[in-house]
């Protein structure tokens, strides 16, 4: 399948490449913010908040992830297939409703956010298909690379595990 498109895909490489990058950045920082901002796993959920930063990668090189990070592989496992059944159900449909047809935007979509049952989702639109299976793996190579860098790995753990976030959600919860 991806073989008969790679025309299209050596068209659209730069577009590809990037929407990787943004997936793979955005995956990781805004999952790292969001948990912290709802405080997920209340005042002592730092190894839950770590462990579900993975969530749009693949399970194998998410538990990778887990492991540099700090997290706790198990709940990553559950995060990642929870995230993948999520796309596979709703993504076209969503997609759909949201009156996205280009099939690299659909591809790219779904494999960046739903990993591998969200890439089998993708089968019945064979121009999606290929930027979708493409989308997952480049998207779990620019994470796994990303906290592999020291120093963006320590960035995504305090944003993660920051309590002045959660402090900040707590309160506004409170007075709410």
Known sequence: SMYSRKKLLQENLFVVLFAMLVSSVGGLFGTAFFASLIGLGGSGGKLVRLSVLPRNVTTALAIAI??????????????????????????????????????????LAVGSAGQGLG????????????????????????????????????????????????????????TV
């Open 66 to 107: 887990s492991n540099i990070l700090g997290g706790d592989i198990s709940i990553t496992a559950s995060v990642v297939v929870l995230t993948g059944i999520v796309a596979a159900t709703y993504s076209r449909t969503i997609l759909d409703k949201l009156g996205i047809k280009d099939p690299i935007t659909r591809g």
């Open 119 to 174: 890439v089998a989702s993708m089968i019945p639109e064979p121009d999606a298909f290929p930027f979708a299976a493409m989308a997952m793996v480049l998207t779990a190579v620019f994470s796994t690379t990303l906290v592999s860098i020291s120093s963006v790995k320590d960035v995504i753990i305090d944003i993660a595990t920051s309590e002045k976030a959660a402090a900040a959600a707590a309160a506004t919860a409170t």
